[in-house]
């Protein structure tokens, strides 16, 4: 597949990966209706193998890649979720994987590449171009490039989350009114709005950042790809990206409704809430949509909201700053 | 319902908590399977609504109540879940509970209770006697009384979730070769092991209990009900109770193999791994059975193993102790 991807490449995305990834379900909780006014169902993708949703979009792009060309090996660029992903997929599929990371990647991350058996490349991130790493390493090796984003296999893979969170709204007979998703590079929204869209067309969709790394929302309102001004400085690693994808950017211009923000502070307290009435680990860049409801950026008083937990990776001692405010 | 509950009942109890309570998934972690050497099956139910399996025999308990008699009310004694399940379940049907409980309960589960409206009676554990206390308080109200296991409604409402672990094991093609369950007063194992068995009749059973609270270990191998010599002094508060049940004794006594057992340090450590490994906060008497496969008194190797969480009602002291083990 080359191009933009379609609701039959998420379907399609769906049989490959059926069997190796977490169906995940969608759970619901009293405590938070009840704070919100509203029904909130939530995707736990915390709970999908390497604790982020990222391997579903590794393993169907991995799976593509013909069986004469697997020794060559991958080569993924990330901080810590996608890296994981590529890594159990790689090593599923009896591939070789050499995995680009920055030097403050959570130690919790590195290490689970690690345990996969991904080979670790370090870079630093105010400095290095890990897009010119992840190249020269691609042309040494022969290896195939996995983008964590701009790849239409990798939206379909991460699409699949949209098909199973439609099949269980149609379940429950629950028609949402809008979705509100952690939002780096833009590949997850991108997926899963196309297959939340394809069943409930009215469904508006919300790119989630963190405060002062918006440039979805700030792409969205100029209608055109804008950077962020910095690279670093937040805990929400996990979707902390310069500007939105190449390809998933004409897809969420079309579908998405805007952006919405949460500070780090924001994603703390929604840590220990997410601990305290869901018990689910949830990591601060994957709290970040839940964390737009709590503080208000998205309005959910008699409104039907999903929200996505988009993954689970985070170090001890952050973990204890979040319940250290409860 | 009266006497002993059958694999019908179990099915009947699966119609009645439909919709009410959650789904809970069978997940599987790959990090959990290659240290153990064989094939790990959990089933979450510190994700079922008010953190704990609790709620699905007390729904399916209060739901059989005629509407004549629901103004009566409800009373239960119960260290912290089943006060929480039988307080969500009453509110959910309209009706008042109140809920005996000990003075040492984790602040976590009187709070819970609180917000889910039930009022609650204090005892002290080492002193007071919870029966005689919900007794008088039956005699005073007319209420009903909710026993946490020994009852057909509440044995046959928890066995539903070993008809869901059932299901799932066919939907994957897998045959258990043995479950392991924590186990206080045993309405959960007698429920899910009669579910897990009806398909499955060579699956092997395992009561897992704290260090000193081995009473069903005891009673199984002595072949009638024993005692244990504390009633109180573990982090596991969820599964310590005196005795097997009256009800649940006869059924265990028929289907399980025999008990194991976890110390408090066990279940601290285990409480790390899931939450590193597994994106779940489990509570130490809910994570008694994961405990035995890693403390290594439930053999692993080569075989499928399906553990239960039972719970994740910690109070956050205990799971930062948990936390620093890593």
New interface residues.
Partial sequence: MSGSPGIDDIRDAAQQISGQA????L??N??LNERLGGRVLIK?E??Q?T?SFKFRGAYNRLSRIADADRHKGVVAFSSGNHAQGVA?AAKLLGIPATIVMPSDAPA?KVEGVG??GGNIVSYDRATGDREAISQELVEESGAVLVPSYDDPHIIAGQGTAGLEIADDLDALGVTPDQLVCCTGGGGLIAGTGMAVRDRFPDCALWAAEPEGFDDHGRSLAAGERVENPRRAGSIQDAIITPTPGRLTFPINREQLTGGVTASDADTLDVIAFI????????EPGGATAFATLLNGQVATRDKVTVVLITG?NVD?VI??QA?DR?
Avoid: N, Q, S, Y
């Avoid at 977490?22 to 379900?25: E, G, I, M």
């Avoid at 601990?275 to 949830?282: D, E, G, N, Q, S």
């Fill in positions: 977490v169906r995940t379900p759970l619901e009293d405590t736990p915390c709970l193998r604790g159990l919790i345990r996969m601990w305290k009435h869901l018990k689910l680990v949830a689970g001890p973990f204890r319940l409860l």
